[in-house]
């Protein structure tokens, strides 16, 4: 259930915040996760097609 949380309230971040982008560092200490559950998280965004890696090593959402 709180992996379901996790996942919602970073998606709605992304959703509210176009063109945002971050190292897991970052989202890490916005959120503020252990950098492993954080990852996890992003890791389930990613296999999901909602999040993505860009080649400066940032997060960014599908299609921004």
Known sequence: ???NELVGRIRA???EM???RLT??????LWGLDE????HVID???RAS???WTPGGT???VGE
């Open 13 to 15: 971040e992304f959703l």
């Open 44 to 46: 389930v965004l990613v």
């Open 50 to 52: 909602f999040l993505r």
């Open 1 to 3: 259930m709180v992996m």
């Open 18 to 20: 176009p063109g945002l």
């Open 59 to 61: 997060l960014a959402r």
């Open 24 to 29: 897991l560092t970052q989202a890490s200490r």
């Open 36 to 39: 492993g559950v954080c990852r």
